[in-house]
């Protein structure tokens, strides 16, 4: 629910009021009837203009939901979806979400059709089957297109990519739950100023930039969150950016362990998925324990000890403060060489 509600901000929205419910999904509203009525009411009451789900929701429960309720009705990847349409700043961010926004309406056309068909989609009204065929193919057609843009883009990223593998330097990637301070360390190792922000989704491209490691260069990614329970479409739309992970020597994990335990947790399991899903899993890894500014010690130390399996090679750092990030930068010295003496054997003898 707090993620929930950091998401909401992130998107612009002030949260007036929150409601909550344990049980089976609903097929009508996915609460049950009687918390439908509830949310109407808390509804009226509060003069709020929107709903926003946690869970997924129907194209039809969206819209008995919404009649009930007489305000919009959205969910969770609606949301997700809203902030990066906000924050999207190069070609290829703009494109990935347009795509992942056209494969949501394809998924769903079927239902919306089915709705159009009992006349229950203002807009819609009387759609034939002609026209449906119509509906179908302007979505595939839109998604053709904007995977051809997307193609161009990326053959251009790729020729980037190869151009740093010939430069001859080892290639660090940032990876972390959104809002964990990626930028700010990556900032820190390279004394650049990409955006940071108390909000979540700031990052949406890539930043590649040089580091020093104790005198042996490296360069550093910067890139997009990971953020639990993420839309497969999405994850689909911005693989390629968290793809290129797979071609970096070490991935630097940041983790905020300012948060409770089992947050932490949480959210460091998700990023371990993800890496995994991506294929990056076999990769060597550093894990940065962020903001350890925010913790006591005696505190801290209990959350390193039973965080262990899920933070390979940790050090506490304070990305934002400049705590420790000299034994951090030995610790991925220490892997990087590990794993490539012989790959990188002159650039880090120099
Ligand atoms: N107290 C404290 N705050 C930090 C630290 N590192 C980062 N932050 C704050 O955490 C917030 C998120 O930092 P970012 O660097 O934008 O995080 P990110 O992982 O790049 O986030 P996205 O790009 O949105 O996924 C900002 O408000 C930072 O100032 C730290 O070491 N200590
Ligand atoms: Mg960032």
Same mark, same amino acid.
């Given at each position: 629910m707090e993620e929930l509600k950091g998401l909401a901000e992130a998107a612009g929205y002030t949260v007036v009021g929150s409601i909550e419910q344990v049980r089976r999904p609903d097929p009508?509203?996915? =609460?049950?009837p009687g918390k439908a009525r509830e949310i109407a009411d808390l509804v009226r009451k509060l003069g709020a203009e929107k709903i926003i789900f946690g869970n997924e929701l129907k194209p039809v429960q969206a819209y008995n939901l919404a009649k009930l309720s007489g305000v919009e009705v959205i969910d969770r990847f609606q949301l997700i979806l809203e902030i990066f349409v906000k924050r999207a700043s190069t070609k290829e961010a703009k494109l990935q979400i347009a795509l992942a926004r056209l494969n949501y309406e394809l998924a769903q056309a079927k239902e919306r059709v089915r709705l159009a068909k009992m006349g229950e989609q203002p807009g819609f009204l009387g759609l034939g089957k002609y026209q449906v065929d119509i509906y179908y193919e302007m979505i595939r057609r839109r998604i053709k297109h904007i995977q051809k843009e997307l193609r161009r883009v990326r053959r251009t990223r790729e020729l980037h990519r190869r151009h740093r593998r010939r430069l001859g330097f080892p290639l660090v990637s940032l990876a972390g739950y959104t809002n964990s301070g990626k930028s700010t360390l990556f900032n820190s190792l390279t004394r650049e100023s990409v955006p940071t922000s108390?909000? =979540?989704?700031? %990052?949406l491209s890539t930043t590649v930039r040089m580091s020093s490691l104790q005198g042996v260069k490296v360069l550093v990614t910067d890139t997009v969150g990971f953020i639990d329970r993420l839309p497969i479409t999405l994850i689909e739309a911005f693989h390629s950016t968290l793809e290129e992970m797979v071609y970096s020597d070490l991935i630097l994990l940041v983790v905020d362990v300012s948060e409770p335990l089992e947050e932490i947790r949480r959210k460091a399991e998700c990023c371990l998925e993800t890496i995994r899903q991506i294929g990056a899993s076999k990769l060597p890894m550093v894990t940065?324990?962020?903001?350890?500014?925010? %913790?006591s010690e005696g505190e801290l130390d209990e959350k390193i000890a039973s965080l262990k399996d899920v933070t390979p090679n940790p050090v506490p750092i304070s990305a934002l403060y400049g705590i420790n990030i000299e034994t951090l930068k030995g610790e991925m010295l220490r892997q990087l060489e590990g794993s490539l003496e012989t790959v990188w054997m002159s650039p880090l003898a120099k």
């Open positions: 009508r509203y996915q =609460v049950g108390s909000s =979540v989704f700031t %990052t940065a324990l962020n903001k350890i500014d925010l %913790t």
